[in-house]
């Protein structure tokens, strides 16, 4: 997928996306839809393992690094065309609100981590976020080769099995990490809605510290 296919697939689903996220009607495309959790109880599922991996600038960030803000982590791969953009589009609405309240960067941060390093270089991966509009401070993208990689996967259950047509089939799973380096929520793609992980984010920030 080339820079302009990127640009249009990130804007289509934006735009798709705008009314549901910030009018709160559901939208196919931009939340599952359904009653929101206005005051959710998330319990502690387990400690999120550590990993310190590359950004597309070459910093290594860790995991651990980020103790003291919320950290809500993704994998994914550039050249997706299913769930993977679905899933990005999300997090950039989300990016969206959190920004406005003054939470992104700072209190929370969004990391995405690709499972396809042959293919998504840094460079790739950097159009990628360009894309969907990341803010470099708050939403990083991460990649690594794969022998680094693999045991990040590992530990967070991310198989993946390359297809004959070249896609890659994986979990579509993201983790909410709240400021101990503990995993609160675990979001499939069909049931992550970005407006109820705004909502969660919000009550993980009212734990004392």
Request: charged share 20%; net charge positive; with cysteine.
């Amino acid at each position: 997928m080339d820079r302009r296919q990127l640009g249009a697939l990130a804007a289509a689903l934006l735009v798709g996306a705008a009314p549901a996220a910030w009018g709160h009607q559901p939208s196919p495309a931009a939340s599952p839809g359904g009653r929101l959790t206005t005051a959710p109880s998330l319990a502690v599922i387990r400690p999120a393992p550590d990993f310190a991996l590359p950004d597309v600038a070459g910093a290594d960030v860790k995991l651990s690094g980020l103790r003291g803000s919320i950290v809500l982590l993704s994998f994914i791969y550039t050249s997706c065309t299913a769930a993977c953009p679905l899933l990005t589009q999300r997090m950039a609405v989300l990016q969206g609100r959190l920004t406005e309240a003054r939470l992104l960067p700072g209190e929370v941060t969004l990391l995405s981590v690709t499972v396809d390093p042959e293919r998504d270089s840094a460079a790739v991966l950097a159009r990628y976020a360009q894309a969907f509009t990341a803010s470099p401070r708050g939403w990083r993208f991460l990649r690594s080769e794969p022998a680094r990689l693999g045991p990040v996967l590992t530990r967070y259950d991310e198989w993946t099995k390359r297809l004959p047509n070249g896609d890659i089939d994986h979990p579509a799973r993201l983790y909410l990490i709240d400021r101990a380096g503990r995993i609160r929520e675990i979001y499939s793609l069909g049931l992550f809605d970005e407006r109820q992980a705004f909502l969660d984010i919000q009550a993980l920030l009212r734990e004392p510290r």
